[in-house]
Nanobody
Framework: VQLQASGGGLVRAGESLTLSCATSGFAPSSYSIGWFRRAPGKEREAVSVITRYHDITYYSDSVKGRFTISRDDAKNAAYLQMNSLKPEDTAIYYC????????????????????WGQGTQVTVSS
């Protein structure tokens, strides 16, 4: 199982970016997949997850309504569409996957993910 995040960059506030997470060794729909970020000087934060098979999605309050998580088995990839970006979205973004984790509204932010990709830097200027 391998994941590789890409698509980060430098954008201005209000602009959009789409992050991609290329997967190998599994079908994306068979794993729960999450996007996480770590801003400078801060702890890692769960941004969004999509559950295996049922495609239930959860978002942190800070990105709800602006970010959309998705995946495509045919392309072996997951995505994080980020709209209306803000300077506070600046962080290194990571994708992660796990075949067994059970995600609920109560636990998704702290759930354990087994497999992680390397990060991609997103910088939003004001």
């Amino acid at each position: 199982v391998q994941l590789q995040a890409s698509g980060g960059g430098l954008v201005r506030a209000g602009e959009s970016l789409t992050l991609s997470c290329a997967t190998s060794g599994f079908a994306p729909s068979s794993y729960s997949i999450g996007w996480f970020r770590r801003a400078p000087g801060k702890e890692r934060e769960a941004v969004s997850v999509i559950t295996r098979y049922h495609d239930i999605t959860y978002y942190s309050d800070s990105v709800k309504g602006r970010f959309t998580i998705s995946r495509d088995d045919a392309k072996n990839a997951a995505y994080l569409q980020m709209n209306s970006l803000k300077p506070e979205d600046t962080a290194i973004y990571y994708c992660a996957a796990d075949p067994f984790v059970s995600l609920t509204l109560e636990n998704w932010k702290s759930a354990y993910f087994e497999y992680w990709g390397q990060g991609t830097q997103v910088t939003v200027s004001s």
